[in-house]
T-cell receptor, first 115, second 112 residues
Framework: DADVTQTPRNRITKTGKRIMLECSQT?????MYWYRQDPGLGLRLIYYSFDVKDINKGEISDGYSVSRQAQAKFSLSLESAIPNQTALYFCATSDLGPTSTDTQYFGPGTRLTVL | QKEVEQNSGPLSVPEGAIASLNCTYSDRVSQSFFWYRQYSGKSPELIMSIYSNGDKEDGRFTAQLNKASQYVSLLIRDSQPSDSATYLC????????????FGKGTLLTVNP
Protein backbone atom coordinates (compact mmCIF):
# COMPACT_ATOMS: atom_id res chain seq x y z
CA ASP A 1 0.00 0.00 0.00
CA ALA A 2 1.16 3.51 -0.78
CA ASP A 3 2.52 5.51 2.16
CA VAL A 4 0.93 8.77 0.99
CA THR A 5 -2.45 8.68 -0.69
CA GLN A 6 -4.49 11.42 -2.28
CA THR A 7 -8.16 11.49 -3.21
CA PRO A 8 -9.53 12.10 -5.70
CA ARG A 9 -6.86 11.44 -8.33
CA ASN A 10 -8.69 13.40 -10.96
CA ARG A 11 -11.44 15.98 -10.64
CA ILE A 12 -13.24 18.22 -13.08
CA THR A 13 -15.37 20.95 -11.58
CA LYS A 14 -16.97 24.23 -12.47
CA THR A 15 -16.11 27.77 -11.51
CA GLY A 16 -17.51 28.71 -8.11
CA LYS A 17 -17.77 25.19 -6.74
CA ARG A 18 -16.21 24.18 -3.43
CA ILE A 19 -13.67 21.42 -3.75
CA MET A 20 -11.81 19.40 -1.14
CA LEU A 21 -8.68 17.39 -1.83
CA GLU A 22 -7.68 14.87 0.77
CA CYS A 23 -4.33 13.46 1.79
CA SER A 24 -3.60 10.56 4.10
CA GLN A 25 -0.29 9.08 5.16
CA THR A 26 0.83 5.96 6.97
CA UNK A 27 4.46 7.03 7.34
CA UNK A 28 3.91 8.42 10.83
CA UNK A 29 5.37 11.76 9.81
CA UNK A 30 4.53 14.94 11.69
CA UNK A 31 4.86 17.38 8.81
CA MET A 32 2.57 17.62 5.83
CA TYR A 33 2.53 19.94 2.86
CA TRP A 34 0.35 20.90 -0.09
CA TYR A 35 1.91 21.97 -3.39
CA ARG A 36 0.59 22.83 -6.78
CA GLN A 37 2.49 22.29 -9.99
CA ASP A 38 1.93 24.21 -13.18
CA PRO A 39 3.84 23.80 -16.45
CA GLY A 40 6.87 26.06 -16.44
CA LEU A 41 6.34 27.18 -12.85
CA GLY A 42 7.56 24.20 -10.91
CA LEU A 43 6.28 23.16 -7.50
CA ARG A 44 4.86 25.92 -5.33
CA LEU A 45 3.97 25.56 -1.68
CA ILE A 46 0.37 26.35 -0.75
CA TYR A 47 0.16 25.40 2.94
CA TYR A 48 2.14 23.34 5.39
CA SER A 49 1.54 21.88 8.82
CA PHE A 50 4.20 20.83 11.31
CA ASP A 51 1.70 19.18 13.65
CA VAL A 52 -2.05 18.98 14.18
CA LYS A 53 -2.22 22.40 15.85
CA ASP A 54 0.22 24.14 13.54
CA ILE A 55 -0.90 25.46 10.13
CA ASN A 56 1.16 27.84 8.03
CA LYS A 57 0.65 29.63 4.76
CA GLY A 58 3.00 28.95 1.90
CA GLU A 59 3.87 31.20 -0.99
CA ILE A 60 0.50 30.92 -2.79
CA SER A 61 -2.21 30.41 -0.15
CA ASP A 62 -4.79 32.88 -1.48
CA GLY A 63 -7.97 31.07 -2.53
CA TYR A 64 -7.10 27.96 -0.52
CA SER A 65 -7.69 26.72 3.00
CA VAL A 66 -6.55 23.60 4.84
CA SER A 67 -7.53 21.38 7.71
CA ARG A 68 -5.28 19.03 9.66
CA GLN A 69 -7.80 16.54 11.03
CA ALA A 70 -5.22 14.21 12.51
CA GLN A 71 -1.52 13.51 12.28
CA ALA A 72 -2.22 11.36 9.26
CA LYS A 73 -4.73 13.56 7.43
CA PHE A 74 -4.36 16.95 5.78
CA SER A 75 -7.06 18.35 3.50
CA LEU A 76 -6.91 21.20 1.02
CA SER A 77 -10.05 23.16 0.14
CA LEU A 78 -10.82 25.51 -2.68
CA GLU A 79 -13.74 27.53 -1.35
CA SER A 80 -14.80 28.88 -4.74
CA ALA A 81 -12.81 27.31 -7.54
CA ILE A 82 -11.60 29.43 -10.44
CA PRO A 83 -10.03 28.33 -13.74
CA ASN A 84 -6.51 29.46 -12.83
CA GLN A 85 -6.55 26.90 -10.01
CA THR A 86 -6.41 24.21 -12.68
CA ALA A 87 -3.20 22.36 -11.81
CA LEU A 88 -1.62 19.19 -10.51
CA TYR A 89 -1.77 19.14 -6.70
CA PHE A 90 0.63 17.17 -4.55
CA CYS A 91 0.61 16.33 -0.88
CA ALA A 92 3.93 15.59 0.79
CA THR A 93 5.13 14.49 4.21
CA SER A 94 8.37 14.72 6.15
CA ASP A 95 9.67 13.54 9.48
CA LEU A 96 10.38 15.77 12.46
CA GLY A 97 11.84 12.93 14.52
CA PRO A 98 15.37 12.79 15.94
CA THR A 99 16.67 10.91 12.94
CA SER A 100 14.94 13.17 10.47
CA THR A 101 16.74 14.04 7.30
CA ASP A 102 13.91 16.41 6.38
CA THR A 103 13.27 14.48 3.21
CA GLN A 104 9.85 15.06 1.73
CA TYR A 105 7.85 12.18 0.27
CA PHE A 106 5.11 12.90 -2.23
CA GLY A 107 1.68 11.46 -2.84
CA PRO A 108 0.56 10.48 -6.35
CA GLY A 109 -1.10 13.81 -7.06
CA THR A 110 -4.56 15.10 -7.91
CA ARG A 111 -5.20 16.53 -11.33
CA LEU A 112 -7.79 19.29 -10.91
CA THR A 113 -9.52 21.00 -13.80
CA VAL A 114 -11.75 24.01 -13.19
CA LEU A 115 -13.99 24.88 -16.12
CA GLN B 1 13.30 35.56 -1.86
CA LYS B 2 15.09 32.23 -1.87
CA GLU B 3 15.71 31.01 -5.39
CA VAL B 4 16.78 27.74 -6.94
CA GLU B 5 17.79 27.93 -10.57
CA GLN B 6 17.98 25.11 -13.09
CA ASN B 7 18.41 25.03 -16.83
CA SER B 8 15.00 24.01 -18.13
CA GLY B 9 16.49 22.00 -20.98
CA PRO B 10 15.68 19.86 -22.69
CA LEU B 11 19.00 18.13 -22.18
CA SER B 12 19.44 15.39 -24.70
CA VAL B 13 22.10 12.67 -24.34
CA PRO B 14 22.67 9.36 -26.10
CA GLU B 15 22.15 6.09 -24.29
CA GLY B 16 25.21 5.13 -22.28
CA ALA B 17 26.51 8.68 -21.95
CA ILE B 18 26.88 10.77 -18.79
CA ALA B 19 24.09 13.26 -18.15
CA SER B 20 25.04 16.31 -16.08
CA LEU B 21 22.33 18.34 -14.39
CA ASN B 22 23.10 21.59 -12.62
CA CYS B 23 21.46 23.72 -9.97
CA THR B 24 22.37 26.97 -8.24
CA TYR B 25 20.75 28.44 -5.15
CA SER B 26 20.65 31.89 -3.63
CA ASP B 27 20.39 31.26 0.13
CA ARG B 28 23.90 30.90 1.55
CA VAL B 29 22.68 29.23 4.75
CA SER B 30 21.10 26.33 2.87
CA GLN B 31 21.99 23.03 4.49
CA SER B 32 20.13 20.22 2.72
CA PHE B 33 19.99 19.51 -0.97
CA PHE B 34 17.86 17.04 -2.86
CA TRP B 35 17.37 15.72 -6.35
CA TYR B 36 13.96 14.41 -7.34
CA ARG B 37 13.02 12.65 -10.55
CA GLN B 38 9.56 13.25 -11.99
CA TYR B 39 8.05 11.37 -14.89
CA SER B 40 5.37 13.19 -16.84
CA GLY B 41 2.12 13.31 -14.86
CA LYS B 42 3.64 11.48 -11.89
CA SER B 43 4.82 12.58 -8.47
CA PRO B 44 8.39 13.59 -7.66
CA GLU B 45 10.53 10.70 -6.47
CA LEU B 46 13.63 11.25 -4.33
CA ILE B 47 16.86 10.15 -5.99
CA MET B 48 19.61 11.69 -3.89
CA SER B 49 20.15 13.87 -0.88
CA ILE B 50 23.43 15.59 -0.01
CA TYR B 51 24.39 17.65 3.00
CA SER B 52 28.18 18.10 2.88
CA ASN B 53 30.57 19.50 0.31
CA GLY B 54 31.91 16.94 -2.11
CA ASP B 55 30.52 13.97 -3.94
CA LYS B 56 27.97 11.38 -2.93
CA GLU B 57 27.50 8.31 -5.07
CA ASP B 58 24.55 5.93 -5.25
CA GLY B 59 24.66 3.44 -8.09
CA ARG B 60 24.69 5.31 -11.38
CA PHE B 61 23.94 8.62 -9.66
CA THR B 62 26.44 11.06 -8.17
CA ALA B 63 25.46 14.26 -6.42
CA GLN B 64 28.05 17.00 -6.08
CA LEU B 65 27.82 19.92 -3.69
CA ASN B 66 29.90 23.10 -3.54
CA LYS B 67 28.53 25.40 -0.87
CA ALA B 68 31.09 28.12 -1.55
CA SER B 69 29.85 28.38 -5.12
CA GLN B 70 26.23 27.66 -4.09
CA TYR B 71 26.11 24.93 -6.65
CA VAL B 72 24.79 21.39 -6.66
CA SER B 73 24.83 18.94 -9.53
CA LEU B 74 23.64 15.47 -10.43
CA LEU B 75 25.57 13.15 -12.70
CA ILE B 76 23.88 10.13 -14.23
CA ARG B 77 26.34 7.59 -15.63
CA ASP B 78 25.44 5.06 -18.31
CA SER B 79 22.22 6.94 -19.04
CA GLN B 80 19.26 4.79 -20.00
CA PRO B 81 16.07 5.72 -21.88
CA SER B 82 14.22 5.05 -18.60
CA ASP B 83 16.14 7.99 -17.09
CA SER B 84 14.20 10.33 -19.39
CA ALA B 85 12.28 12.56 -16.99
CA THR B 86 12.30 15.99 -15.39
CA TYR B 87 14.85 16.36 -12.59
CA LEU B 88 14.00 18.74 -9.78
CA CYS B 89 16.57 20.31 -7.52
CA UNK B 90 15.32 21.19 -4.03
CA UNK B 91 17.03 23.15 -1.29
CA UNK B 92 16.27 23.43 2.42
CA UNK B 93 17.66 26.24 4.53
CA UNK B 94 17.65 24.12 7.63
CA UNK B 95 17.01 25.08 11.21
CA UNK B 96 13.44 24.50 12.34
CA UNK B 97 12.14 25.38 8.92
CA UNK B 98 11.84 22.27 6.82
CA UNK B 99 10.34 23.92 3.80
CA UNK B 100 11.90 23.07 0.50
CA UNK B 101 12.43 25.49 -2.33
CA PHE B 102 12.25 23.74 -5.69
CA GLY B 103 13.80 24.63 -8.98
CA LYS B 104 11.59 24.44 -12.03
CA GLY B 105 13.32 21.31 -13.22
CA THR B 106 15.45 20.15 -16.12
CA LEU B 107 13.93 17.86 -18.73
CA LEU B 108 16.34 15.06 -19.63
CA THR B 109 15.89 12.96 -22.76
CA VAL B 110 18.05 9.87 -23.25
CA ASN B 111 18.04 8.75 -26.86
CA PRO B 112 18.40 5.02 -27.66
Amino acid sequence: DADVTQTPRNRITKTGKRIMLECSQTKGHDRMYWYRQDPGLGLRLIYYSFDVKDINKGEISDGYSVSRQAQAKFSLSLESAIPNQTALYFCATSDLGPTSTDTQYFGPGTRLTVL
Amino acid sequence: QKEVEQNSGPLSVPEGAIASLNCTYSDRVSQSFFWYRQYSGKSPELIMSIYSNGDKEDGRFTAQLNKASQYVSLLIRDSQPSDSATYLCAVNSGGSNYKLTFGKGTLLTVNP
